[in-house]
């Protein structure tokens, strides 16, 4: 017999699709992709954006996209290659020096920048202290400008000269916020401001000075990785390249967590998108037996009657997906319309790789879960012509469906790029869906003893669950693992928000109080107690360099880049304290012990740096302390609170290892708004103190966290909304045998009342079930994911008991709603159909 050409295939199958979109049969497939494909887009793009947009907020901790930093100018090739690439450019050159006027001199920080600086954020200054702050603009040649404790430290005032080395600037206006400022919290002395043109002029910058020397770029993404690309290799050792997660601990962190949680919601839309495509597609299988029968007994192959359903399919699923993503697209931006006000004026655009990566999840998971019932109907025997009852001839769909898992999950890592959510949320749903299923076939065989003795409805609602154990089994478990994603995101959205709120808490200091000198130490705590400040402990600090480990030189050890190369590169702030201070925890060893006499003294290390630096307990660490090597014994290790705006220490000294060297004090404090006159007060009561206030810093960083909440709980949003969508999908899919099922117990002479209080029986105990499934399954995997993936305490959560009692309504209401065409519609209509 001649085999059929594929144009007429095709021809077949697509007026077969259009006949069945007339009848309304293929609907549910169609719309459950189309659901899935939009949301899994419209997460995609909404992440891709906001994390771009987020990123572009924190570039302003550095004033530009990328940095070039170093302690020696950059090569003239370093520039050019920028310039080439059409990056923007902006120089600034940072050094510490004495500014001197007729009555004084102070110890100040002093940064040379061009006319470019900032490429992003904004300086703000004032006309004079305190006064109402303007942005933009910055100090013209033989201008300055100028932090106001300066002005009050040398009895300065607007339209005052200066000398910054050999070069006299007039100060114009009061510097108050610089938007790299941010990224360098400990050049904390006086700042000014000067152009770039003057530098020379003062004489400062000399072969061997201490000077930091800063290339800004500012441009477009892939100009930007070429860059970083094309220099990386040849950056000299005291050369490194920063970008915006470089730029400030705290955003690094907050921008972490929103990237895993936005890949967390992306990764479950994916889950409920396979679930929707599965009981869709075997719904769409289930109904085509007879005609696969029918088209085998006209002559077609068992080829062709493969290739023409799956042709369907694949017209379907593009159609689907095409349409998915653009809706998706369409979602997106009247979100980002509705956070205008919060959001950067220009947010990237997100590029085509959500919507390509929406569309081939959709396609993937059509072909993966489509593949096990498009199989079982090229073996439809056309004997089912004449024998309803023939079904087709098993095959090994657990393999089939095995590597749909595999490409689902492949598409989960790709989306994603972290091996550790993958496995958590693919392998903990598989493990808890094989162990929670097998608990509940067996719990529905116990009920069978129940149901001899129950009345009419329930004897109707649970039989029908126990008439097909294993398809119950599949629905209460697919009906959990909707209820379950959505219990996680909105676990996990509170317990982020938690973490993140907690991170800057109301009070957190925003000020920070250094070069307290031994003498002043008491009066100036005092004084704090006097203002009623929420103060830290007043610690000491020595700078000292660390130089060996175990007799070897540390630059043998550490390899570059990493943060303990950064650690031996310039002087610790060293300090001794006898309590452990708050925010730090032992990871291990112990707190200080009483040593025997002439044994080393101990240190505790930073965690993070005593990995890097290949620390371990019982190592000796020489240090170098104004001219003087002193030896310590590691003897515990900490883990640190960074966001807590607290004094923090890389190395903490047993009390009496340092006492005898010369030591300042420093300390955090809270004062409340409205105090600028007392602040004022204290800094001529201390003139050798330096008090940094941090509010700006407080107030970018708590907005950037705003931003990252309200994210969260948009993308809760999407994720409900999709949830919803795969639940009507879900009970959809088996609602064609209990309409006939209904049809023929109305014909028997049941009640309709009888009829409705089945459904509630039987939808809301499966509803019930899921929900109770969902809560242990919610449980287990967020084990999983705090301890591995979010660094989050784990608790036990009690408010997911909820979930039984939310299920039950859901799937409940749901199931009756959707049943309502078996009451309405006539039996002998429905039972002639089927």
């Known amino acids: 017999m001649a085999r059929l050409p594929l144009s007429r295939l095709f021809s077949l199958a697509v007026r077969q699709l259009l006949r069945d979109a007339r009848a309304g049969e293929l609907r549910v497939l169609f719309f459950a992709l189309l659901v899935a494909v939009a949301a899994s887009t419209a997460i995609g793009y909404f992440g891709a954006r906001l994390n771009d947009a987020m990123l572009l907020r924190a570039t302003e901790f550095l004033g ?17 290659v920028g310039k080439e690439l059409g990056l923007e450019h902006a120089r600034v050159v940072e050094f510490s020096s004495v500014i001197a006027t007729d009555t004084g001199i102070q110890l100040s920080s002093i940064k040379a920048a061009d006319e470019a600086y900032p490429l ?18 910055g100090p013209k040649p033989g201008e300055a400008w100028a932090e106001s404790r300066l002005l009050t430290a040398l009895d300065l005032k607007i339209g005052d000269e200066i000398d910054v080395g050999s070069k006299t600037v007039r100060i114009t206006r009061v510097l108050t916020y610089e938007p790299d400022r941010a990224g360098n919290l400990y050049s904390l002395t006086p700042r000014v401001l000067i152009n770039l043109e003057d530098l020379a002029a003062t004489g400062i910058v000399q072969p061997g000075s201490r000077v930091t020397f800063r290339e800004l770029w500012r441009g477009t993404p892939p100009a930007l990785a070429s860059y970083h690309q094309v220099i990386e290799a040849g950056l000299e050792p005291n050369q490194r390249l920063l970008d915006g997660r470089d730029g400030n601990q705290q955003i690094g962190g907050a921008l972490g967590k929103a990237e895993r949680y936005l890949n967390m919601a992306s990764l479950v839309a994916v889950l409920l998108s396979g679930v929707a495509v599965a009981l ?16 085998r007994c006209l002559g077609l192959s068992r080829r062709e009657t493969l290739l023409l359903f799956t042709l369907q399919l694949t017209i379907l699923g593009l159609l689907a997906s095409l349409v998915g993503a653009a809706l998706g697209w369409l979602a997106q931006l009247g979100l980002f319309a509705l956070l205008h006000d919060l959001l950067p004026a220009n947010v990237p655009g997100g590029g085509l790789m959500p ?29 089912r012509v004449l024998r309803r009852d023939m079904l087709p001839v098993p095959a090994g769909t657990w393999a089939v469906y095995g590597a749909a898992l595999l490409a689902l999950g492949l598409i989960m890592w790709r989306m994603s790029l972290d091996l550790v959510l993958t496995f958590a949320l693919l392998g903990g749903g598989v493990v808890a869906a094989l162990v929670l299923g097998g608990l509940l076939l067996l719990g529905l065989q116990s009920l069978r003893r129940l149901l001899a003795r129950a009345s009419l409805p329930w004897r109707l609602g649970l039989g029908q669950l126990l008439r097909h154990p294993l398809a119950a089994a599949g629905q209460a478990l697919a009906f959990g693992l909707i209820l379950l994603s959505m219990a996680l995101i909105a676990l996990l959205r509170g317990e982020l928000l938690d973490t993140w709120q907690n991170q800057l808490p109301e009070n957190a200091p925003n000020y920070f109080a250094l070069n307290i000198l031994p003498a002043d130490k008491d009066a100036f705590g005092a004084r704090l107690h006097e203002l009623q400040a929420q103060a830290a402990p007043l610690y000491p600090v020595v700078p000292g360099r660390l130089i060996s480990i175990n007799g070897q030189p540390v630059q043998d050890i550490v390899s570059k880049d990493s943060s303990g190369d950064k650690a031996i590169q310039r002087d610790l702030s060293l300090t001794w304290a006898a309590n452990l201070p708050a925010g730090n925890a032992l990871t291990a060893g112990s707190w200080w012990t009483q040593p025997p006499a002439g044994a080393v003294p101990g240190v505790s290390v930073e965690a993070k740096v005593a990995e890097s630096l290949k620390l371990k307990l019982g190592d000796h660490l020489m240090f170098t302390v104004a001219g003087v090597n002193r030896e310590a014994r590691v003897t515990s290790l900490r883990s640190i609170n960074w966001d807590n705006f607290q004094p923090n220490f890389f190395m903490i000294f047993q009390p009496g290892t340092l006492q005898d060297l010369p030591a300042t004090y420093l300390t955090s404090f809270y004062l409340a708004p409205g105090h600028d006159p007392q602040i004022i007060e204290l800094s001529r009561s201390f003139p050798a103190v330096t008090i940094l206030p941090i509010e700006a810093l407080l107030a970018q960083l708590r907005s950037i966290l705003a931003q990252v909440t309200m994210a969260v ?16 999908s879900g009970l959809q899919s088996t609602l064609d045998e209990r309409i006939r099922q209904g049809a023929l117990l109305r014909a028997l002479g049941a009640e309709r009342q009888l009829l409705i209080k089945a459904r509630r029986i039987e939808f809301g105990l499966l509803g019930a079930t899921s929900g109770l499934l969902a809560a242990l399954g919610a449980e287990l995997v967020s084990l999983v994911l705090y301890r591995f993936a979010f660094d989050l305490p784990w608790h036990p959560h009690p408010w997911l008991l909820l979930l039984p009692v939310i299920g039950a309504l859901m799937v409940g209401g749901a199931g009756v709603f959707g049943t309502r065409r078996a009451l309405n519609a006539s039996p002998l209509t429905v039972l002639r159909e089927g």
């Open 280 to 295: 869709s597609a075997t719904r769409f299988a289930n109904r085509r037996f007879d005609a696969s029968a029918l088209l």
């Open 355 to 383: 919507a390509i990566a929406g569309i081939g999840t959709g396609l993937v998971a059509l072909a993966g879960f489509a593949l096990p019932p498009l199989a079982a109907l090229g073996r439809v025997p056309p004997l």
């Open 120 to 137: 992003r954020g904004e300086l703000k200054s004032a006309a004079r202290p305190y006064a109402e702050e303007q942005s933009g603009g």
């Open 64 to 80: 530009a996209d990328l940095v070039l930093d170093g302690s020696s100018p950059a090569r003239d090739e370093q520039i050019r």
């Open 713 to 728: 709980e948009y993308v809760l949003l999407f994720v409900l909304a999709a949830g919803m969508a795969v639940l009507f």
